[in-house]
């Protein structure tokens, strides 16, 4: 192939030179280029190219001007001024060479005069390794041999066959790649004649031949591949298969080649006079073998033919040999029961020797009740709930449809009960993208009795949401590590357990690891902030399996006051495998924060997850309150403890307490204003007596008339003229003394006059009515009292003690109301509540005189 494409290049640059040529020389109008001594030399020969201008073909008008210039392709090698130009080239490379001559005039325009080929080349060498062969007893004779170097020169090659009676057969070929020739002619395969071959090479610069090949018909034929193969096992076994095929008449040896179908090598069987048959011995049970024959007709002489076709089958099944590998793991469901889960591998094709159709599993218990559990699966694993109770032995072994493989044995013990037995000291360290070199410590003094290692590798959180089958590899007790090649991932979490058995005993070391791992792709997902008594709750889902790139080893939760630029606390947990909650307890109360999360791997940390916002709400609590209040009543308790501090609260306290919150309306009989007024308090009790006892006269009494008595030095009191009785009735009446109308009449004064004195009394005085706290029904007039209307108790007393001194009313008056200025009044009640009650006339009636003791009255 890699000739004719070079043939193909090379004539495509000799016809594209072709017509570059033709297109500027223009036949050589102008002149001629002559090349001394052939435009075909040798590899490293010389020639001599002139160039020489036809007459009147030079510049206009003198030939002075001439200027003749020499390229080789289109680099200038050669000018002179004239009508010629010589020059000798030297130095030429392989292959076909141009020369151009060019008229250059003052105008400094080219103009092409002719041009030539210069094709080098080399004489051939002489053909090596001539053979020939016939395919098959009536094929053509077909002669092959080696050409050598490209001589850069068309070549021809010729072909000759002597045979006997001088008969001769030649055949010749053109070109640079021809290295093969089929004469065309056939021997009889009974001939034991001589023939002879010989090649010859010859081109431009000379001429080679080969040595003469000398042969007979057994020398050169080559028989035809053998042709349909079949193959039969004797008794559907593979202990026997027949291997059967046709050939043809003259073959006397056969080689066969068979391999299964997934193997590069071959193994050879040579077959003599097989006639079509060979028996095969060692093939593998329930095996794709592929199979081929090849022929020969002579022991010494001739050519092995070509391969057969393929030929591929399988071999019968066998009783499968070997024992299965089998793990197991046990989980505590209750305190009655446990869960046992059996794993284990597929028997490798030569130990299976056929299809397993199903795997038998037994559990047995041996000591106790002695119950025994059979199952049949096609899976390679089972799952059994037992009691914990006992002891307990596995056995499980393979079918196919010749029969089963030996039972495995095991005995379900603790895998990491005892402690001893556990290694140290383990560590994966990543091979590569998908291999992990697993390394371990022997369990110190227990190195002795160790039996075995098992190392046991899971994905830690499998993409498709289902616990992964385990993984394992048993090693011998002087392995301290395993290369872990087989189902190892990049950017996958896996759990590793290295156990180390002796006896029925078993200790195991845990560890995690990854051949690659990455920052996660995402953050966790907070999905839950509760509260508790010592802070606050956070849960999140598990980050993907898919986005976690790896073995995650911390997670990171951060938070914030709402709206704060300062830098968020943190909080760094350590990865654990189940529990996806952690608390916090420095969160304040009522402050709103913001918080989220982050997962690191060995590589770096995640992008932050989602964002919640929390308030943690103010509650009272005890602790927060116990303390201090024990610290307040002990306090309390010590300083009311001490009496000079209870009086002076006490004193506090009543000087506090407002007005109308006291037990008792004091007496207004005791007053010292009544003292010194025995005749008006005298007549006021007999008015009063009187109005009493006249309650029933009318309904609407006229108004009752009371003079005013005036007394030396005394104040006098105005009229009554109606009042409310302490049990809530009415009491109305009227009544005239005699002594009141003569006193009035012995000293009458103008009205006028007496309606002034009498304003200046009522704005001093206004009469209450009640009931003293003695009195009774029976004798209410007994039991009132006379009290000026404006008075209120206080603590100090009624009325100043030295009234007796007073000179007139109206000091009186003034030093009434700068005591009512100095008083300083408690009552919740405004001042402004008790009016005084003022009269056009000179009298005071008892409709209006509101007296409101309804409420004192007990």
Sequence with gaps: MAYVLRACSQALVFVIVSLLVKAEIEVCKKGDVTVSPSHVISLGSSVNISCSLKPNQGCFPHSSFNQLILYQVKNRINSRHGDSLSSQITGLTLG??????????????????????????????????????QNGGHGTVVCTWERGHDTHLFTKYTLKLNGPKNLTWQKHCNGNYCDHLDIGINIPESSESTYVAQVTAINSLGSASSFPSVFTFFDIVRPLPPWDIRIRFVNASVSKCILQWKDEELVQLNRLRYRPINNTSWNMVNATNA??????????????????????????????????????????????TGILDVWYMKQYIDYNTQQISLFWKNLSVSEARGKILHYWVTLHEVTGRKITLENITENTSWTWIIPRIGNWTVTVSAANSKGSSLPTHINITDLCGAELLAPHQVSANPEGLDNLMVSWEPPGKAVPAIQEYVVEWREAHPRGGTESPPNWL?????????????????????????????????????????????????????????????????????????????????????????????????????????????????????????????????????????????????????????????????????????????????????????????????????SMLVKKCPIAEEKMLLHLDKLLTSRSIAEEPEPLVINEVLYEGAPAFRPIHRSNWSGGQEVQGHYTSEEDTGYSASRPSPPRALTTETQQLVDLYKVLGCRGPNSKLGNPASSLMVLPVDYLPTQEGYLPSNIDSLPSQEPIIDSLEELEHQHISLSIFPSSSFHPLNSSYGELTLDQLKMGCDSFML
């Design 96 to 133: 076909t060479t141009l020369f151009v001559c060019k008229l250059a005039c003052r105008g400094n325009t080219e103009i092409s005069i002719c041009g030539a080929e210069i094709l080098v080349g080399v004489v051939p060498e002489q053909p090596q390794n001539l053979s020939c062969i």
């Design 275 to 320: 006639k079509g048959r060979h028996d095969l011995l060692d093939l593998k049970p329930f095996t794709v073998y592929e199979f081929q024959i090849s022929s020969k007709i002579h022991l010494y002489k001739g050519s092995w033919s070509d391969w057969s076709e393929s030929l591929s089958t399988q071999t019968p099944e066998e009783e499968p």
């Design 474 to 670: 048993r090693r011998p007790p002087n392995h301290t590590s395993t290369l872990i090649s087989e189902n190892i991932k990049p950017y996958i979490c896996y759990e590793f357990y290295v156990h180390a058995f002796s006896g029925n005993q078993g200790g195991c070391s845990f560890f995690r690891a990854d051949s690659k791992d990455k920052a996660p792709l995402s953050g966790p997902h907070i999905i839950a902030i509760t509260v508790e008594k010592r802070g606050v709750l956070i849960s999140w889902n598990r980050i993907p399996a898919q986005e976690q790139m790896g073995c995650i080893l911390h997670y990171r939760i951060y938070w914030k006051e709402q709206n704060s630029d300062s830098q968020p606390q943190l909080c760094e947990i350590p990865y654990r495998a189940s529990p996806n909650s952690h608390p916090i307890a420095s969160l304040q109360p009522r402050v709103t924060y913001i918080l989220w999360m982050t997962a690191l791997t060995a590589a770096g940390e995640s992008p932050q997850g989602n964002e919640r916002e929390f308030c943690l709400q103010g509650k009272a609590n005890w602790s927060t309150f116990v303390a201090p209040s024990i610290c307040i009543a002990i306090i309390t308790v010590g300083i009311f403890s001490t009496r000079s501090f209870r009086q002076k609260a006490a004193v506090l306290l009543s000087a506090l307490r407002p007005q109308w919150c006291s037990r008792e309306i004091p007496d207004p009989a005791k």
